[in-house]
């Protein structure tokens, strides 16, 4: 019997997060998928050094790559220490893979990286979301949306 998943990942140490993507893109559904690293790439990342702010993911073919994502080398590195920008592997089950190069054929998704963080399991990991991109008017709409939602708590915490 297959153990459920939780609703939520499990992240202990968020080492990298994109908070401008849930500003950008109306987020669908977000998937978690490991990272293929050499030993310096985990090692820079333990130290809290990374950065996808202008990062995407990628469907070639039957694999998924994360593109443009820098972590930097690892300052004790020798002379096989890793290229920064290189592009990496996503590990991911053939159904996600399906259905994400599906929803970006099909309905032009965009595939957005979230956060890379570790798990409980000292795994890195990365936060992907299928994501259709915000115009102009549809973020001040956001905007006006979550001002009203917090003005609403504000509200309700003072008379209820």
Do not use: C
């Not at 070639?60 to 220490?81: M, Q």
């Amino acid at each position: 019997m297959a153990r459920p998943r939780p609703e939520e990942f499990e992240k202990v140490k968020v080492v990298a997060e994109n908070r401008r993507a849930r500003f950008d893109y109306a987020i669908e559904e977000k998937f978690e998928a490991g990272i293929a690293l050499t030993g310096t790439e985990v090692k820079s990342l333990r130290f809290g050094e990374g950065s996808i702010a202008e990062s995407y993911a990628e469907v070639k073919g039957e694999e998924v790559w994360l593109i443009n994502a820098t972590i930097p080398e690892f300052s004790h590195g020798n002379r096989h220490n890793h290229e920064p920008k290189r592009p990496r592997k996503l590990l991911l089950r053939q159904r996600q893979i399906a259905k994400m190069f599906g929803a970006v054929m099909r309905q032009g998704m965009t595939l957005v990286p979230l956060s890379i963080y570790f798990n409980s399991r000292g795994r890195a990991k990365v936060e992907i979301a299928l994501a259709k991109g915000r115009k102009a008017h549809d973020k001040r709409e956001h905007l006006k949306e979550q001002d009203w939602k917090r003005e609403q708590g504000r509200l309700m915490r003072q008379h209820g």
